[in-house]
């Protein structure tokens, strides 16, 4: 594994989170071990739970880790994290770190059928282990359904016309890979703008396969019932639709007594980190912490 992993708002995280020594700590989207390893530099005794659906993701933070002690790497949902952290014989966690959205692995690996930049199968799924790939999503969809998709998860507002043109397309012989969809989709909404008009197709397709922001919401709500009081729960988010899922479930949990949102406001990256890191500009990073 040869990409490069740059964690976003590592300093931020840190802050927030505060390890201590002893403590136990969820990285309930491990990747490839980026911020994991900033919190065991920082407290080196603690514990470190890391959760991920990608066994090429954990393999990369299995090296990555391996000279730090009580480090526990689980192939999993982060969803499923209260039913990880009792298997492995803890009650209770002090800290939480959700990452949310696509990683460096995903987008910059060779294979995995993320990127419209590609000339790959269309694949997209996280967990190679799942049947639902995005080849199927664009070739099976009914027209109405995939248009759905295409609004409601990437907030694309040529969704119909971006449909109707893949469903005229698969008539003809199936869409098989990254380029070739990309082509539909830019040929169907004219030339490039700031962005590459595949982009919000691309995000939503992933979202569909991945179950991404129902995946998200049943962790939130999962971690929170894990935390001791005091503990910290920092969620990173990369565009509105999983923002506002964190933001709404922090507002229930204040809401019913159980948190404090230390974060009134989502923290951003700052000016140095967009520079060097252009894929962290749009990090929002929001914290609560357990009454």
């Known amino acids: 594994m040869s990409v490069e992993h740059i964690p976003v708002m590592l300093r931020e995280v840190i802050e927030m989170l505060s390890p201590k020594q002893d403590g136990v700590y969820i990285d309930a989207t491990v990747g490839l071990g980026g911020h994991a390893e900033g ?14 659906r990608d066994e090429e993701a954990l393999e990369t933070a299995r090296k990555r880790l391996s000279g730090y002690g009580s480090v526990y790497l689980v192939r999993d949902s982060f969803s499923n994290m209260k039913t990880v952290v009792g298997s492995l014989g803890f009650d209770r966690v002090d800290g939480i770190l959700i990452d949310a959205g696509v990683s460096t692995l995903h987008l910059k690996a060779e294979g995995r059928g993320f990127s419209f930049l590609r000339d790959e199968p269309l694949d997209m799924r996280m967990d190679q282990r799942q049947t639902l790939t ?36 698969r008539a003809k012989k199936q869409i098989r890979s990254c380029k070739e969809l990309a082509g539909i989709i830019e040929k169907a909404v004219g030339g490039r703008g700031r962005i590459h ?45 999983e923002d506002r899922i964190i933001k709404n479930a922090f507002k229930k949990l204040a809401k ?21 890191n252009p894929s962290s500009r749009s990090a929002k990073l929001r914290v609560g912490e357990k009454i």
């Open 256 to 276: 019913d007594g159980l948190f404090n949102i230390i974060t009134k406001k989502p923290l951003g990256p700052g000016p140095e980190e967009k520079r060097s």
């Open 197 to 241: 008009p595949a982009t919000r197709t691309f995000q939503a397709i992933r979202i569909e396969v991945n179950r991404e922001l129902e995946e998200l919401s049943a962790a939130v709500e999962s971690g929170a019932g894990l935390l001791k009081t005091g503990g910290r729960f920092c969620a990173l988010s990369y565009h509105s639709l």
């Open 134 to 169: 995005a080849q199927e999503v664009v070739n099976r969809y009914p027209e109405p359904k995939l248009a759905a998709v295409i609004y409601e998860y990437g907030e694309e507002r040529f969704s119909r016309k971006i449909a109707k043109a893949i469903v005229h397309a």
């Open 39 to 52: 919190i065991l530099r920082h407290a080196e005794r603690c514990a470190l739970i890391g959760i991920d």
